[in-house]
């Protein structure tokens, strides 16, 4: 009995998973605490380790994998940044920050979506008493979303983009 259909089959069913969770996770890196890059990462060497690296896809790998650190980083940095751009204290930053992370875990996706942003605001509004101040640096932390956003999203895209050439020149 011939089973090279029924592994073509199973080859083909298992693209097609890779590029939905790839798209899924694309899509997912609107909410900003969603690992979305780290999953394309994740998903592509699964696909290495299935069908092997060879030099040009461990080149593209390592490049994946640079590319999904600094996604992460980027993330947080942008963010980080821009509040603190408009004078937001780091006790502020870190505490909105671990709001995200555990508001986004207790209350997926919308918790730390809403709390971070509140913890900002009362903790700025506590160090400064000034409403307007503490409500610039939000708009400042919504901003730095904005650009970690589209940060991560273009590198997102540039690693599904990666792989692909991976997948069609071996």
Known sequence: MNLDPFFEFLNSVAMILMILVMIVSLIGLVVPIFPGTVIIWLVTLIYGLINGFGTGGGIIFAILTILMIVSTLADNILMGAKARENGA?????????GTAIVGTMIFPPVGGLIGAPLVLYLSEYNRVRDRDKALATVKALALGWGWAFVARFGIGVVMIGLWAVWVFVS
């Open 89 to 97: 204290s780091w006790l502020s930053i870190g505490l909105a920050l």
